[in-house]
RNA sequence: GGUCCCAUCGUCUAGAGGCCUAGGACACCACCCUCUCAAGGUGGCGACACGGGUUCGAAUCCCGUUGGGACUGCCA
């Protein structure tokens, strides 16, 4: 049997990073089996999806480099689910009801438990307008999840309410489209958030229902939950929930993908940066943790700072390309072959991608910023001015390279009695506004003698 | 409220009854390296929720308690 996996994601917003493991996990599922990976845009809610999202959708798939063999839109397939009502009104298993939401609120007493109350199961009314159509859960009885993370999950069928298949207008709801595609779609393996394992036992009653054979193989992932041990949510954790954010931010897929697999899951062995391939080939259902896993960002930086250093110098250059091309310089004044001479000064020092275009700035901007703090900081007229004017004299005449740099300016401290430590810090403010950055001499190398003379002088200027 | 799920350092996890004095990683702290900041190196802090069983022996199995969470739409 060859394995069928899919990612059934509702186009209403942002590609999710719960979604993205989701994805993951199927698609390892398919790729170490040779099987196939099917995307399935769940939207027959035609109110709330959007187009956008659809795309967004792909393009989030695309980039954590996950392809999928089949695609499937539900809003496309409204035929082959009124076809299976059809069957289901043959076999018996569903009835019309013309109850609202009220009514049925208005037939219980204060403060009994909500759901519906089967009031319209044996009526026996014909379809008409206003009338849904709700699933008839065979009583007494009981169903029995077999789930790969959780065990076997049993419930009893008193506790499943006549769940609704199709809506007034006849369209199908999710339980029903969702069945009706993975059955059509000879999806063996239906891997997805635990959110989804209380909708099991109606997933499993229409299958039956449908004359569905052998049930797919069921895994409820554990959520990703936030600070407060809630799961993920657009509305609730905007700043940390949407992938194409993540992207934007510069994180590496690479990086993405193996935190993302790590949330729930362990490769053994102790290890955790670990390749995509070995993680095709050790990921197993069975090795699935059943408990919550916190997004931790910080975590996901200090991954995405270990794939950063372990790139090539020109993989680095190639990929902070977007972010430089976004730089607060004037394009004309970049230059590609002076941030390839600084880059695998940069390359150690960054986290994210975005944070490239401020470690390099000093070196495209006419006039780079200088910070208020950095120049309170070390720029106090007894030391930094005579500081800055020995190397002032000392860099109009000296070998423009980074040993006689560092050797000068060691020389202009110690002549003050500073050290290099502190002597190279007025230095650093002058001619990159900042007290931090890449290392000096080979920045100002790279910058130039000119400009770094134009900078020290001007900083001197300033401070007399 | 009802149903269901979950419970090892702050966090992600290793752990399938003796290998556990509970291992690794992130974070944090200290030290080393060092022109700043990083990176790197070394070390440190730090957990089996609680109570009962079962067993010669339990983080691991069972029951209960407590605590968290999900679901409870003619949304997906």
Same mark, same amino acid.
């Given at each position: 049997?060859?394995?069928?996996? %899919?990612?059934?994601?509702?186009?209403?917003?942002?590609?999710?990073?719960?979604?993205?493991?989701?994805?993951? +996990?199927?698609?390892?599922?398919?790729?170490?089996?040779?099987?196939?990976?099917?995307?399935?845009?769940?939207?027959?809610?035609?109110?709330?999806?959007?187009?956008?999202?659809?795309?967004?959708?792909?393009?989030?798939?695309?980039?954590?480099?996950? #392809?999928?063999?089949?695609? +499937?839109?539900? &809003?496309?397939?409204?035929?082959?689910?009124?076809?299976?009502? #059809?069957?289901?009104?043959?076999?018996?298993?569903?009835?019309?009801?013309?109850? $609202?939401?009220?009514?049925?609120?208005?037939?219980?007493?204060?403060?009994?438990?909500?759901?519906?109350?089967?009031?319209?199961?044996? %009526?026996?009314?014909?379809?008409?307008?206003?009338?849904?159509?709700?699933?008839?859960?065979?009583?007494?009885?009981?169903?029995?999840?077999?789930?790969?993370?959780?065990?076997?999950?049993?419930?009893?069928?008193?506790?499943?309410? #006549?769940?609704?298949?199709?809506?007034?207008?006849?369209?199908?709801?999710?339980?029903?489209?969702?069945?009706?595609? #993975?059955?059509?779609?000879?999806?063996?393996?239906?891997?997805?958030?635990?959110?989804?394992?209380?909708? $099991?036992?109606?997933?499993?009653?229409?299958?039956?229902?449908?004359?569905?054979?052998?049930?797919?193989?069921?895994?409820?992932?554990?959520?990703?939950?936030?600070?407060?041990?809630?799961?993920?949510?657009?509305?609730?954790?905007?700043?940390?929930?949407?992938?194409?954010?993540?992207?934007?931010?510069?994180?590496?897929?690479?990086?993405?993908?193996?935190?993302?697999?790590?949330?729930?899951?362990?490769?053994?062995?102790?290890?955790?940066?670990?390749?995509?391939?070995?993680?095709?080939?050790?990921?197993?259902?069975?090795?699935?943790?059943? &408990?919550?896993?916190?997004?931790?960002?910080?975590?996901? %930086?200090?991954?995405?700072?270990? +794939?950063?250093?372990?790139?090539?110098?020109?993989?680095?250059?190639?990929?902070?390309?977007?972010?430089?091309?976004?730089?607060?310089?004037?394009?004309?004044?970049? &230059?590609?072959?002076?941030?390839?001479?600084?880059?695998?000064?940069?390359?150690?020092?960054?986290?994210?991608?975005?944070?490239?275009?401020?470690?390099?700035?000093?070196?495209?901007?006419?006039?780079?910023?200088?910070?208020?703090?950095?120049?309170?900081?070390?720029?106090?007229?007894?030391?930094?001015?005579?500081?800055?004017?020995?190397?002032?004299?000392?860099?109009?005449?000296? $070998?423009?390279?980074?040993?006689?740099?560092?050797?000068?300016?060691?020389?202009?401290?110690?002549?003050?009695?500073?050290?290099?430590?502190?002597?190279?810090?007025?230095? %650093?403010?002058?001619? $990159?506004?900042?007290?931090?950055?890449?290392?000096?001499?080979?920045?100002?190398?790279?910058?130039?003698?000119?400009?770094?003379?134009?900078?020290?002088?001007?900083?001197?200027?300033?401070?007399?």
């Amino acid at each position: 049997m060859t394995v069928r996996t %899919r990612i059934s994601p509702s186009p209403t917003g942002y590609f999710h990073v719960g979604g993205g493991r989701t994805a993951l +996990y199927n698609w390892f599922l398919a790729r170490q089996s040779g099987g196939a990976f099917i995307l399935r845009i769940e939207d027959t809610d035609q109110e709330r999806h959007n187009e956008e999202a659809v795309d967004g959708i792909r393009r989030a798939m695309r980039w954590l480099g996950l #392809d999928w063999d089949e695609e +499937y839109r539900q &809003s496309e397939r409204a035929p082959v689910y009124a076809a299976a009502v #059809d069957r289901l009104v043959g076999a018996g298993v569903v009835y019309n009801c013309e109850c $609202t939401r009220d009514d049925v609120a208005a037939r219980k007493p204060p403060g009994a438990p909500p759901g519906y109350d089967r009031f319209c199961r044996d %009526r026996g009314l014909d379809p008409a307008p206003g009338r849904a159509l709700r699933f008839k859960v065979p009583l007494p009885g009981s169903t029995t999840v077999q789930d790969l993370i959780h065990g076997d999950v049993v419930v009893d069928h008193d506790n499943i309410e #006549d769940f609704v298949v199709a809506r007034a207008d006849g369209s199908a709801l999710f339980l029903l489209a969702n069945t009706v595609d #993975d059955l059509d779609a000879h999806v063996t393996h239906v891997v997805r958030g635990d959110d989804h394992l209380p909708n $099991t036992p109606k997933y499993q009653l229409l299958w039956d229902a449908l004359g569905g054979a052998d049930l797919p193989v069921f895994a409820h992932l554990p959520m990703i939950v936030n600070e407060k041990r809630q799961k993920l949510s657009k509305r609730r954790d905007t700043d940390k929930v949407v992938m194409e954010d993540y992207i934007a931010e510069g994180y590496l897929p690479a990086a993405m993908r193996n935190y993302l697999a790590l949330l729930g899951w362990a490769p053994g062995e102790n290890r955790e940066i670990v390749t995509l391939e070995e993680m095709v080939a050790q990921f197993a259902l069975a090795d699935v943790n059943s &408990s919550p896993a916190f997004f931790d960002v910080k975590k996901l %930086r200090s991954f995405n700072g270990d +794939y950063i250093r372990a790139l090539s110098v020109e993989e680095f250059v190639a990929a902070s390309e977007p972010f430089l091309a976004a730089g607060p310089w004037p394009p004309d004044r970049f &230059s590609a072959e002076t941030f390839r001479a600084i880059a695998p000064e940069v390359q150690t020092r960054v986290e994210v991608l975005s944070q490239v275009p401020a470690m390099v700035d000093f070196l495209f901007l006419a006039n780079p910023p200088v910070d208020d703090a950095a120049w309170a900081k070390v720029m106090n007229a007894d030391s930094a001015a005579p500081m800055l004017d020995g190397v002032a004299e000392r860099y109009a005449a000296c $070998t423009w390279d980074a040993d006689t740099l560092h050797a000068e300016t060691l020389a202009a401290g110690e002549k003050i009695g500073l050290k290099l430590g502190k002597a190279q810090a007025p230095v %650093r403010v002058a001619v $990159t506004g900042r007290t931090v950055g890449p290392p000096l001499f080979e920045s100002l190398v790279v910058l130039g003698r000119d400009r770094t003379l134009e900078r020290i002088d001007a900083a001197r200027a300033r401070l007399s």
